[in-house]
T-cell receptor, first 115, second 113 residues
Framework: GAGVSQTPSNKVTEKGKYVELRCDPI?????LYWYRQSLGQGPEFLIY????????DSGLPNDRFFAVRPEGSVSTLKIQRTERGDSAVYLC?????????????FGPGTRLLVL | AQSVTQPDIHITVSEGASLELRCNYS??????LFWYVQSPGQGLQLLLK??????LVQGIKGFEAEFKRSQSSFNLRKPSVHWSDAAEYFC???????????FGTGTRLQVFP
């Protein structure tokens, strides 16, 4: 595809449930980032992948959050035992190689609502 | 700690007027600075970026920004605003060797005809 895609575009779940959010980066991009954007805020960094490995997961808020990228392309963000405070737009971005100053291309996001 | 401040939460301008959106950053090393625009229902789109060289950077849609190290600023400007520029604008700094982005809280631009 031409850009970064994310599925689903919207997800409504109940408190305590498990959710998976998918990101399909631009083909050939080795760097992949997840961000979270709460209402009225700028995006906040969650985790960065270089290839298959999580090179920086310092932004994950707690151990309920986990992400994988097993083949170095598609990534899945997993949230266990969801809480109402997890409601936000989850953004995925990719860049060619993750070098400093490279442009990150963002997907449209997944809007998560935890009831 | 690294941070980005966008002092103006909401700005309203008339179509055709000039625009300046403010951005201040805090970062110990040479910063990589970005401006992104987010329209309703759309993803973040890069307007322009600075990482070295000329401190006046030209971007898409007629936008420009000037990096001023002495003021730790990277303000976004446009000489004549169009109604289609109404959106949320985010300033960001790229940090560390992973180049993760630290964003400001955004400025919402409203354009009146």
């Amino acid at each position: 595809g031409a850009g970064v895609s994310q599925t689903p575009s919207n997800k409504v779940t109940e408190k305590g449930k498990y959710v998976e959010l998918r990101c399909d980066p631009i083909s050939g991009h080795t760097a992949l980032y997840w961000y979270r954007q709460s209402l009225g805020q700028g995006p906040e960094f969650l985790i960065y992948f270089q290839g298959t490995g999580a090179a920086d997961d310092s932004g994950l808020p707690n151990d309920r959050f986990f992400a994988v990228r097993p083949e170095g392309s598609v990534s899945t963000l997993k949230i266990q035992r969801t809480e109402r405070g997890d409601s936000a737009v989850y953004l995925c971005a990719s860049s060619l190689s993750g070098q400093a100053g490279e442009t990150q291309y963002f997907g449209p996001g997944t809007r998560l609502l935890v009831l | 700690a690294q941070s980005v401040t966008q002092p103006d939460i909401h700005i309203t301008v008339s179509e055709g007027a000039s625009l300046e959106l403010r951005c201040n950053y805090s970062y110990g090393a040479t910063p990589y600075l970005f401006w992104y625009v987010q329209s309703p229902g759309q993803g973040l789109q890069l307007l322009l970026k600075y990482f070295s060289g000329d401190t006046l950077v030209q971007g898409i849609k007629g936008f420009e920004a000037e990096f001023k190290r002495s003021q730790s600023s990277f303000n976004l400007r446009k000489p004549s605003v169009h109604w289609s520029d109404a959106a949320e604008y985010f300033c960001a700094v790229g940090v560390g060797n992973t180049d993760k982005l630290i964003f400001g809280t955004g400025t919402r631009l409203q354009v009146f005809p």
